[in-house]
Nanobody
Framework: QVQLGESGGGLVQAGGSLRLSCAAA??????MGWFRQAPGKEREFVSA????????GYADSVKGRFTISRDNAKNTVYLQMNRLKPEDTAVYYC?????????????????WGQGTQVTVSS
C-alpha cells in the first residue's frame, strides 16, 4: 500500500525556519513535491523535484527562501523553509508522481499525504 507521511510542521515566528519531511512507503516516485492550502483558498504549488534531483521547481512566492531536496535511499523528500512569513501559513501536503516532470498542477500528482500544519505568527 502506497503511503506518504509528512512531518515537521508547527508554529514559528516570522523570520524563522522549519523543515518538512515526507517519507514514501510502498513504492518509489519519479517526482515528489509540496503543495499548500490556506483556509478559503485553493491548493497551490510550492515546490517539486525529480528523482535525480537535477530538476526542481519553485513557486515565485517561495523562491530564495525554500529549498527542496530528496534522499532516495530513504525515499524521503524535504522542504527547508527559511525566512518564513505569515502568508506562508497553510496546511502543507506532500505529493508524488510516477512521471518525471516538475509540474505545478495538482492533477499531475497521483498520491497525496494527509498534510501538516505550518503556522507563522507575526
Amino acid at each position: 500500500q502506497v503511503q506518504l507521511g509528512e512531518s515537521g510542521g508547527g508554529l514559528v515566528q516570522a523570520g524563522g525556519s522549519l523543515r518538512l519531511s515526507c517519507a514514501a512507503a510502498g513504492r518509489t516516485f519519479s517526482t515528489m513535491g509540496w503543495f499548500r492550502q490556506a483556509p478559503g483558498k485553493e491548493r497551490e504549488f510550492v515546490s517539486a523535484i525529480t528523482w535525480s534531483g537535477e530538476n526542481a521547481g519553485y513557486a515565485d512566492s517561495v523562491k530564495g527562501r525554500f529549498t527542496i531536496s530528496r534522499d532516495n535511499a530513504k525515499n524521503t523528500v524535504y522542504l527547508q523553509m527559511n525566512r518564513l512569513k505569515p502568508e506562508d501559513t497553510a496546511v502543507y501536503y506532500c505529493a508524488a508522481s510516477t512521471i518525471m516532470t516538475v509540474s505545478p498542477r495538482v492533477g499531475a500528482y497521483d498520491y497525496w499525504g494527509q498534510g501538516t500544519q505550518v503556522t507563522v505568527s507575526s
